[in-house]
């Protein structure tokens, strides 16, 4: 262990002394191997940092040399008034200077920003108000087109309702609940017009809900006339509403005077006037019954079909079906010939519900006429 001599250095002229320092040297022998090792370390980065500490130190010696003598440096500002009055000087020193300067800069900095955020900010509040019109007329559309919808959808309703009540053979006319709809909308209308709370429900939202809950109503009628289309399709399927040649009558059903006679008589069906050899159609799906030969050198077939319906064809000069023969609707089974009491080429059709004769009319489409 050894001590050093206490040494005298001379500043600003003034002597200071400084402590003796006591310096400890550690034989590696008597140092734990651990310790010396970390010790090693330890040394090995200070003398890697004594350069960089050291350009730190100058570096902050030239800041402070710098700022004294700033801060000793003045500037004078001299007021001198062109009366008689004192004249006024005022010192500042660099250093206040620069600090003003740099805050004043600083100060114009940012408000050169903020007026630049301000504007952009008045930009995008400008397009937003020209966005919300447009989005205010367009809302609008939208609100009529509702209003249009829920009307149509309120005359499909009321139909659907004629429907289901048609198919349950009632004959009821909902007409009550339309008249109900348009007062509550013409109220509703009547109050939003009125009212400018947002919280208010708008009126569109009110007429959607209106017809999710009318649709949800109406999903049982719905599924009511399908069935109920269902059967009547299975029944005009079987029933005659076809012709059973293309051409025109000349002798309606009941009571008149044939054009072929002179006589009053009663007719059974229609006399249907066509070109002679013209095809003869099954007005519906059957069984050919009888096939039976008239005087006048004719066939009458007779077809029977389902729920009691039958139809009779006469004047038929050539059959192409055979008795107990299952013919489909619109399938041939002849075609017409001349009577010996006629010089027209006539198709007598009849049809019979059980064993009596209807009017053939109401059952042949009119396009077919």
């Known amino acids: 262990m050894k ?9 600003s002229g003034s002597e200071k002394v400084r402590k003796p320092a006591i310096e400890v040297e550690l034989s590696p022998t008597a140092a734990p191997k651990g310790l010396g090792a970390w010790a090693m370390k330890g040394k090995a980065t200070v003398k ?11 570096s902050q010696q030239r800041l402070l040399a710098w700022l004294k003598k700033k801060r000793n440096e003045r500037l004078t500002l001299m007021f001198i008034p062109h009366n008689e009055l004192k004249i006024r000087n005022y010192h500042i020193s660099n250093l206040t200077l620069i600090i003003v300067t740099s805050v004043l800069g600083f100060v114009v900095l ?33 609100r009529q087109e509702i209003i249009e919808l829920s009307k149509s959808y309120e005359d499909i309703r009321q ?11 009632t004959n009821d006319k909902p ?33 959607m809900n209106r017809m999710l809950h009318d649709m949800e109503i109406s999903r049982g009628s719905l599924g009511q006339v399908q069935e109920y289309l269902k059967k009547r399709e ?66 009458t077939v007779k077809i029977r079909h389902n ?3 039958e139809t009779v064809y006469k004047g038929i000069e050539v059959v192409t079906v055979s008795q107990e023969e299952k013919v ?4 041939p089974i002849g075609n017409v010939g001349h009577a010996d009491d006629s010089f027209e080429s006539i198709l007598h059709y009849e049809v019979h519900i059980g064993v009596e004769a209807v009017n053939p009319m109401p059952y042949l489409p009119l396009a077919g006429a």
């Open 328 to 331: 489909n609707k619109g399938e």
């Open 234 to 299: 299975r029944v005009l399927k079987n029933t005659p509403t076809i012709w059973p040649v293309q051409g025109y009558i000349i002798n309606p059903f009941g009571f008149v005077r044939m054009s072929h006679r002179l006589n009053v008589g009663y007719n059974a069906g229609v006399d249907i006037a066509v070109p002679h050899g013209a095809s003869v159609a099954a007005t519906a799906p059957g069984i050919v019954v009888s096939i039976n030969k008239e005087a006048n050198l004719t066939y």
């Open 159 to 169: 139909n659907l309702s004629s429907l289901q009540s048609l198919s349950k053979g």
């Open 110 to 142: 940012v408000s050169a920003f903020l007026v630049i955020r301000h504007n952009s900010t008045i930009q995008e509040v400008d397009k937003l108000r020209v966005s919300h019109k447009d989005a205010e007329v367009q809302f609008a559309k939208v």
């Open 48 to 58: 890697m940092a004594a350069p960089a500490i050291g350009r730190l130190a100058k």
């Open 175 to 207: 007409g009550g609940a339309n008249d109900s709809f348009t007062a509550q909308l013409a109220e509703l209308q009547q109050k939003t017009r009125e009212s400018k709370d947002p919280e208010k429900i708008p009126l569109e939202i009110f007429l």
């Open 307 to 309: 729920y009691g319906y």
């Open 3 to 11: 001590k050093n001599k206490p040494t005298r250095s001379a500043k």
